[in-house]
């Protein structure tokens, strides 16, 4: 496995209704390495993100993470894959605590107690295990989002906008999570439109105008 490339997507493209968000889309990224993407608004950064976690299916083009294809074998890029999307994605009505054990089920992760508890005490919201979502500011929103990622360690991690809402030490919890993937020899997807936050991070950047990707670094 350690000559496949951890992502390998190939003139994806894909339409909502009659808009195409991607037109073509060819990107490789290799184990270990961290790729960031900039580009505007609309662009088809987020769209891309969506595809190589599965969660959208191409209109056209193939893909694969780790040799698995992402149309064919689905569940198998799932389990190897983690994604931080521009929205939370909390359960508002369910406490901190209960939206990680929730969360642990559906990944097949442990749903011990002290499990949680340290996913909740690494993003700063150990005492806030019994408060509800729905009270919680954007920004701790984003880090119980955040400790959804620490239930288990993906071989990719697909992060978009991670550190929208965050204040240094939370934007350096990133920087810390997105090290901990390479070190452990996986790789980093990275959608940011400050790459500042980064600590210089990604390995390589590429740049997103209407749809189609090209090299900048």
């Given amino acids: 496995m350690s000559d496949v490339p951890a992502i390998i997507l190939e003139d994806i493209a894909h339409r909502f209704g009659r808009r195409w968000a991607l037109r073509g889309v060819s990107l490789s990224v290799a184990k270990g390495e961290i790729v960031a993407i900039i580009g505007h608004n609309g662009s088809g950064k987020s769209t891309l993100l969506r595809v190589a976690s599965t ?3 191409p209109t056209r083009g193939i893909g694969a993470v780790f040799g698995r294809d992402i149309v064919k074998d689905p569940q198998a890029v799932r389990s190897m894959v983690a ?6 994605g909390v359960y ?3 406490t901190a605590t209960e939206n990680l054990r929730f969360a642990a089920r559906m990944l097949g992760a ?3 107690g002290a499990t949680i508890q340290h996913a909740l005490d690494r993003v700063g919201l150990g005492r806030e295990g019994d408060e509800r979502a729905r009270n919680m500011s954007s920004g701790m929103q984003r880090r119980l989002s955040i400790a959804r990622l620490l239930l288990r360690e993906p071989q990719v991690l697909l992060l978009d906008e ?3 809402s965050l204040d240094p030490q939370g934007a350096r919890l990133v920087n810390e999570l997105i090290r901990e993937t390479r070190d452990r020899g996986g790789s980093v997807l990275l959608v940011a439109h400050d790459l500042s936050r980064g600590e210089g991070l990604p390995d390589r950047t590429v740049e997103m105008q209407d749809g189609l990707l090209g090299d900048l670094q």
């Avoid at 994604?83 to 939370?88: D, F, I």
């Fill in 55 to 57: 969660s959208v299916r």
């Fill in 83 to 88: 994604l931080l999307s521009t929205e939370p």
């Fill in 92 to 94: 508002g009505d369910l």
């Fill in 110 to 112: 442990s749903t011990n």
């Fill in 162 to 164: 991670p550190y929208n």
